[in-house]
């Protein structure tokens, strides 16, 4: 079954202490990006790869990091979580030409 | 810049009502559009697409239609049910894979 698979679905954790969610696709799709959705924001794009080893900010990069070593994983970092990064966070994927984007089922992180 | 603007929500309406949620774009090119659907607890899913002006996008019994002149791509059904019950999100992209943009998105409540 083609899928965008999140690990955890629930984290809860104190400011400062590092902290990975994990991202895969079983699409051999080139393209991924993780997503925020919060509260009367919609959804609003963090970081972004086109490919292995090519990533770059979105629109809220701020507090963030990735990395592309594989084409399946795109993992993302958050060094020292602080309170404003309690959201919901999803990762998508796509292909070429006219795909959408696949979503997984979303993390949602709450620092306290 | 390129954007989307949805209505806002929640929209309540009973079982068999007829649904309108209202969607505009701003693009600099010639966007794709589309409609997701995000069920309680679930990531995004791709409701309906449209490529083109004048492309008419349907699945499950929703229609939306890409009108250029009108910069819109308003989501219509004609009789909601309770498991219509969900949040949609309006999008445009450019295809050059690092932007996808959202609106807000619309909370559909439906009553029986």
């Known amino acids: 079954e083609a899928q965008v698979t999140q690990n955890p679905r629930y984290l809860i954790t104190v400011t400062g202490k590092k902290l990975t969610v994990t991202c895969s696709q079983n699409?051999?799709?080139?393209?991924m990006s993780w997503y925020r959705q919060d509260p009367g924001l919609g959804l609003r794009q963090i970081y972004y790869s086109m490919n292995v080893e090519v990533t770059d900010k979105g629109d809220v990069p701020e507090g963030y990091k990735v990395s592309r070593k594989e084409k399946r994983n795109f993992p993302l970092i958050l060094e020292s979580p602080s309170p404003n990064q309690t959201s919901l966070y999803f990762c998508?994927?796509?292909?070429?030409?006219?795909?959408?984007?696949?979503f997984g089922n979303g993390t949602r992180l709450t620092v306290t | 810049g390129d954007s989307v603007t949805q209505m806002e929500g929640p929209v309540t309406l009973s079982e068999e009502a007829f649904l309108t949620i209202n969607c505009t774009y701003t693009a600099t090119g010639y966007p794709s559009l589309f409609w997701y659907v995000q069920y309680p607890g679930e990531g995004l899913q791709l409701l309906l697409k449209a490529t083109k002006a004048d492309d008419k996008g349907s699945n499950k019994g929703f229609e939306a239609t890409y009108r250029k002149e009108t910069t819109s791509f308003h989501l219509e059904k004609g009789s909601v049910q309770v498991s219509d019950s969900a949040v949609y999100f309006c999008a445009l992209t450019l295809y050059n894979f690092n932007k996808f943009y959202f609106g807000s998105g619309t909370k559909l409540n439906v009553k029986p």
């Open positions: 998508a994927s796509t292909g070429t030409g006219d795909s959408p984007l696949h």
């Open positions: 699409m051999n799709h080139e393209y």
